[in-house]
């Protein structure tokens, strides 16, 4: 059975303390791998797409990369701003669209 | 408008209400999903349209009923609900099935 498994499930940082969130997964045939990023209240707001082991992708203070088994999403120098609830989901090859889901890393910074 | 858009953002109903949810994408994608977010549990997809047509349904019960009249629009009926179907309830659509989904703010559903 497909499984995303997301860690740490909190996370409190202080402003400008960089860190990594990690995202295992479990899957027959990776097909693509998404970083989300959702705010309270809100939708979640597409980050990154990652497809083969060894890519990576930035933006501002975040970069994804992949290997075999896990994603990290790592956040360089974080600010109050980037408190949210980052989310992981695979693809799996399974049925068209399925998307797993992961529970998420509820991230706080402190100023 | 842009991106992907839900009314009404909040919904309060009895359990013999009917009442239904309605979609807008304005990026002209083909792919749009209806999702059930709940407290502590992950995202749970409910169904799948590419072209209007439906390939996806996750074994959602049928007092859940959906449709997609076009490929800009996407409503989710819903009749006899229960309390546990309290939820947020989000939108997605994408360029084609497999591809990067973008998510709408979602109604915040409360079932009396």
């Known amino acids: 059975e497909d499984q995303v498994t997301q860690s740490p499930e909190a996370l409190r940082l202080q402003e400008g303390e960089s860190s990594s969130l990690n995202c295992s997964y479990t899957?027959?045939?990776?097909?693509?791998l998404f970083w989300y990023r959702q705010d309270p209240g809100k939708g979640p707001e597409f980050l990154f797409t990652l497809y083969s082991a060894g890519e990576e992708k930035e933006k501002e203070r975040l970069k994804a990369t992949l290997t075999k088994k896990e994603s990290f999403l790592h956040i360089t120098a974080p600010k109050p701003e980037d408190s949210a609830t980052y989310l992981c989901?695979?693809?799996?090859?399974?049925?068209?669209?399925?998307?797993?889901f992961g529970k998420g890393t509820k991230l706080s910074v402190k100023p | 408008e842009t991106g992907v858009t839900q009314t009404p953002r909040h919904l309060v109903m009895g359990m013999t209400n009917k009442k239904s949810l309605k979609c807008e994408q304005h990026l002209g994608h083909n792919a749009m999903y209806w999702y059930k977010q709940s407290a502590k549990k992950p995202l749970e997809l409910m169904f799948v349209?590419?072209?209007?047509?439906?390939?996806e349904n996750n074994s959602v019960p049928s007092r859940f009923s959906p449709e997609c009249p076009n490929s800009s629009h996407l409503f989710l009926h819903l009749h006899t609900l229960q309390p546990e179907d309290s939820a947020l309830y989000l939108c997605a659509s994408s360029q084609e099935i497999r591809r990067e989904q973008f998510f709408g703010p979602g109604t915040r559903l409360t079932v009396l």
């Open positions: 989901a695979v693809d799996g090859g399974g049925s068209q669209g399925n998307l797993i």
């Open positions: 349209y590419s072209l209007e047509e439906r390939v």
């Open positions: 899957v027959s045939g990776l097909r693509g």
